[in-house]
Nanobody, 114 residues
Framework: QVHLVESGGGLVQPGGSLRLSCVAS????????MAWYRQAPGKQRELVAA??????DYADSVKGRFTISRDNAKNTVYLQMNSLKPEDTAVYYC?????????WGQGTQVTVSS
């Protein structure tokens, strides 16, 4: 069974950076197209970034600021977030790109505020 654990979130000032990590157990991540999603209060979960066999894709709102990567040896997917904005505040989750697995991790809270 897939088990995903996200970490690395926190409180950061606008313009700051964070690096999120997602460690998987029960599966080998490298054979899957993976993605980071986020959900802000009162909003639907949205796709932020994806890493697939075809390359990397980003939501327009994070292009040029966020970078998704993976370390297959560590069975981990990362999201480097730079130039953070208050509107990036959300709970961030990793999951398979399409379709997502039904058992989501607990997510990691990112709060961007001065």
């Amino acid at each position: 069974q897939v088990h995903l654990v996200e970490s690395g979130g926190g409180l950061v000032q606008p313009g700051g950076s964070l690096r999120l990590s997602c460690v998987a157990s029960g599966i080998t991540l490298q054979i899957y197209n993976m993605a980071w999603y986020r959900q802000a209060p009162g909003k639907q979960r949205e796709l932020v970034a994806a890493i697939t066999t075809g390359g990397k894709d980003y939501a327009d709102s994070v292009k040029g600021r966020f970078t998704i990567s993976r370390d297959n040896a560590k069975n981990t997917v990362y999201l480097q977030m730079n130039s953070l904005k208050p509107e990036d505040t959300a709970v961030y989750y990793c999951n398979r790109r399409r379709p997502p697995w039904t058992n989501w991790g607990q997510g990691t809270q990112v709060t961007v505020s001065s």
